[in-house]
Nanobody, 122 residues
Framework: QVQVVESGGGSVQAGGSLGLNCTASGAVFSPNSMGWYRQAPGAQREMVALITSSDTVDYAGSVQGRFTISRDNVKKSVYLQMHSLKPEDTGVYYC????????????????WGQGTQVTVSS
């Protein structure tokens, strides 16, 4: 059974840095894409950064140039380095593993982590 496990996050002052880690444990093959989404209080979940198995990346405009996403296909892990953090970056950050092949079902599945809190104070 696949579980998406996140670590990192926490609280930091504006201008500081934090890192997030995520692993798709139990996955037989590395997911097609992995990424980070966030949800601020009262807001919808939004994409922050995505990376494919071939290292194609995509960022939300609001984090471009400040956040860096990377992955390790062998470890089935994705990382997010966040710099120059702003109060508006505050929210629960969710890891997503998309296109995870299920040997038992013969289909690709999508998994979410339980989320980790990032709080940036001004």
């Amino acid at each position: 059974q696949v579980q998406v496990v996140e670590s990192g996050g926490g609280s930091v002052q504006a201008g500081g840095s934090l890192g997030l880690n995520c692993t798709a444990s139990g996955a037989v093959f590395s997911p097609n894409s992995m990424g980070w989404y966030r949800q601020a209080p009262g807001a919808q979940r939004e994409m922050v950064a995505l990376i494919t198995s071939s290292d194609t990346v995509d960022y939300a405009g609001s984090v471009q140039g400040r956040f860096t996403i990377s992955r390790d296909n062998v470890k089935k892990s994705v990382y997010l380095q966040m710099h120059s953090l702003k109060p508006e970056d505050t929210g629960v950050y969710y890891c997503n593993a998309n296109g995870v092949f299920s040997l038992r079902e013969g289909i690709y599945l999508n998994y979410w982590g339980q989320g980790t809190q990032v709080t940036v104070s001004s």
